[in-house]
């Protein structure tokens, strides 16, 4: 069956997933023009590296420190901004593909606001 995954293993049908996405279209602020395709490009970029640090984060949740090396509130603090980086690196040399499907996205859905102007 085609569709999309989430997170919980479950697969959306394609038509499942057009509706939350025309929903979620529908209550976003009105743009007063068509986005650059830079600035579309960017958004999908930063979508993207959220995602991953988001998928890396929980891999990381289990890791214990070596006490020799480290532990302590300040890894804390430091890992966090390194799973981040490791989000924004991954997504801008091609990421998972996902910054693909959310551009794309993004310029349909402007296709279809700027058609209905």
């Known amino acids: 069956m085609n569709g999309i ?8 049908p ?3 997933f057009e509706s939350v996405t025309q929903t979620l279209a529908n209550r976003a602020s009105p743009l007063e023009g068509p986005i650059a395709p830079s600035a579309a490009r960017k958004a ?3 979508f993207e590296a959220f995602f991953i640090s988001q998928m890396l ?6 890791l214990e420190t070596d ?3 480290g532990g302590g509130p300040g890894e804390t603090i430091f890992r966090s901004l390194m799973i981040d980086e490791y989000g924004k690196s991954l997504a801008s040399t091609g990421g998972v ?3 693909d499907s959310v551009l794309g996205e993004i310029l349909r859905l402007q296709e ?3 058609n209905e102007r």
């Open 44 to 46: 999908a970029e930063s």
């Open 97 to 99: 593909g996902i910054g």
């Open 14 to 16: 394609n038509a499942a």
């Open 57 to 62: 984060a929980d891999m990381f949740a289990g």
């Open 112 to 114: 279809i606001d700027t």
């Open 67 to 69: 006490p020799l090396f």
């Open 5 to 12: 995954v989430t997170s919980a293993g479950a697969t959306l």
